[in-house]
């Protein structure tokens, strides 16, 4: 939330947005080992946090932007 924002729009430092990001494995692998100047997160969750946090991502910030 403090980079990419509540609604994942991002501008916040330097996040970029979520919102039309529809890969969950490529989520889920930046999540996991990180990209660019985002830290990895393999340490501080568990997978199935990792999975759970990509999910929403994909499924929830991604689509409201849709409707």
């Not at 990419?4 to 490529?26: F, M, N, Q, S, Y």
């Amino acid at each position: 939330m403090l980079c990419h924002g509540a609604d994942g729009a991002g501008g916040h430092g330097v996040g970029a947005p979520l919102t039309a990001i529809k890969d969950v494995a490529a989520t889920i692998q930046t999540v996991t080992s990180g990209r660019n100047s985002m830290p990895a997160f393999a340490s501080t969750l568990t997978p199935e946090q990792i999975r759970n946090v990509s999910g929403y991502v994909v499924q929830v910030l991604a689509t409201d932007r849709v409707h």
